[in-house]
């Protein structure tokens, strides 16, 4: 529970209209309360409802989305919400997933229309990880212009400004990855947690996993033999690319060692990255694919 001083602060920043979102934690602060089922959402409704809007995060730091359990707490905020935002109904969040079902307000599944990769994990219908996609992560922002747009109408104006402001910078990133992923030795990478399948169809790249869409706890021993060998043979990258968590990084430094290349960190931006953000993070991930594909 937050103490007076920090509840103190947050009523203050209201009332001075600060920018939004630094109260968002637990849901609490003026502006159009917006629930976001982890954190690519939150930031997409953040940047399009601005100082309009009060975004709560489902997601906490440093969890996976695929492992999201609700508190009763969240549950409340999600059923009484006037805008809820879920990835899709496949099976990612299945906790959120459930309870959205019995929400109140508007819920918006914010792949609805795209063509989604199939999965073949089980209780997961699709690939997922469409927002590491910046050209599919704009989408999820026109989405959530849309959805503050139907429900809060006065605010249009504002809601379309920051939405067209938020695309640029999404096509600005995709410029930068399609003129950086041009000229590369390599167009194969090994990542342990497979969650890239988007961002390498959109460039002309092909992922090698090692965990899977959903990481396991300990990756079978063909799967890394496979990824190894793809290295020694140079068929891929000599770079081993790890989600940057814990289990990641020791995933990724044990195959990486063994391979005899580096580990690089690939952000999957799952929960909020701070003091990053969707944009630098995504940057990161430019910046390190290009050294590990040897990129000019």
Same mark, same amino acid.
């Given at each position: 529970?937050?103490?007076?001083?920090?509840?103190?602060?947050?009523?203050?920043?209201?009332?001075?209209?600060?920018?939004?979102?630094?109260?968002?934690?637990?849901?609490?602060?003026?502006?159009?309360?917006?629930?976001?089922?982890?954190?690519?959402?939150?930031?997409?409704?953040?940047?399009?409802?601005?100082?309009?809007?009060?975004?709560?995060?489902?997601?906490?730091?440093?969890?996976?989305?695929?492992?999201?359990?609700?508190?009763?707490?969240?549950?409340?905020?999600?059923?009484?919400?006037?805008?809820?935002?879920? %990835? +899709?109904?496949? $099976?990612?969040? !299945?906790?959120? @997933?459930?309870? /959205? &079902?019995?929400?109140?307000?508007? *819920?918006? =599944?914010?792949?609805?229309?795209?063509?989604?990769?199939?999965?073949?994990?089980?209780?997961?219908?699709?690939?997922?990880?469409?927002?590491?996609?910046?050209?599919?992560?704009?989408?999820?922002?026109?989405?959530?212009?849309?959805?503050?747009?139907?429900?809060?109408?006065?605010?249009?104006?504002?809601?379309?400004?920051?939405?067209?402001?938020?695309?640029?910078?999404?096509?600005?990133?995709?410029?930068?990855?399609?003129?950086?992923?041009?000229?590369?030795?390599?167009?194969?990478?090994?990542?342990?947690?497979?969650?890239?399948?988007?961002?390498?169809?959109?460039?002309?790249?092909?992922? %090698? +996993?090692?965990? $899977?869409?959903? !990481?396991?706890? @300990?990756?079978? /021993? &063909?799967?890394?033999?496979?990824? *190894?060998? =793809?290295?020694?043979?140079?068929?891929?990258?000599?770079?081993?690319?790890?989600?940057?968590?814990?289990?990641?990084?020791?995933?990724?430094?044990?195959?990486?060692?063994?391979?005899?290349?580096?580990?690089?960190?690939?952000?999957?931006?799952?929960?909020?990255?701070?003091?990053?953000?969707?944009?630098?993070?995504?940057?990161?991930?430019?910046?390190?694919?290009?050294?590990?594909?040897?990129?000019?």
């Amino acid at each position: 529970m937050w103490s007076r001083r920090v509840a103190l602060a947050c009523v203050l920043l209201a009332l001075v209209t600060v920018t939004a979102g630094a109260c968002t934690g637990s849901g609490s602060g003026g502006g159009l309360k917006v629930v976001a089922s982890f954190y690519p959402l939150a930031w997409a409704a953040q940047q399009v409802g601005g100082d309009h809007v009060t975004v709560e995060d489902l997601t906490p730091p440093g969890v996976e989305a695929h492992d999201t359990v609700l508190t009763a707490g969240q549950q409340a905020d999600l059923q009484s919400a006037p805008l809820v935002l879920i %990835l +899709g109904r496949f $099976g990612f969040q !299945p906790d959120v @997933e459930q309870a /959205a &079902a019995e929400a109140s307000g508007r *819920v918006v =599944a914010v792949t609805g229309g795209m063509h989604l990769l199939p999965s073949q994990e089980r209780g997961l219908g699709y690939d997922p990880h469409v927002w590491l996609d910046p050209v599919l992560m704009e989408q999820i922002v026109t989405q959530a212009g849309d959805a503050l747009i139907a429900i809060d109408p006065a605010g249009k104006a504002g809601y379309i400004a920051r939405e067209s402001a938020t695309v640029e910078d999404l096509r600005r990133l995709d410029a930068e990855y399609r003129s950086s992923l041009a000229n590369c030795a390599f167009t194969t990478f090994v990542a342990t947690h497979e969650a890239f399948g988007y961002l390498a169809d959109r460039y002309g790249l092909t992922q %090698l +996993g090692i965990e $899977g869409l959903t !990481p396991e706890s @300990e990756p079978s /021993a &063909a799967r890394i033999q496979a990824a *190894v060998d =793809a290295i020694r043979a140079g068929t891929a990258g000599p770079a081993v690319f790890y989600e940057d968590t814990a289990e990641g990084k020791r995933v990724g430094a044990s195959v990486a060692g063994d391979a005899g290349v580096p580990a690089l960190a690939l952000g999957t931006l799952e929960f909020d990255p701070s003091p990053g953000t969707y944009l630098s993070v995504m940057r990161s991930n430019l910046s390190n694919l290009r050294d590990g594909l040897r990129c000019r």
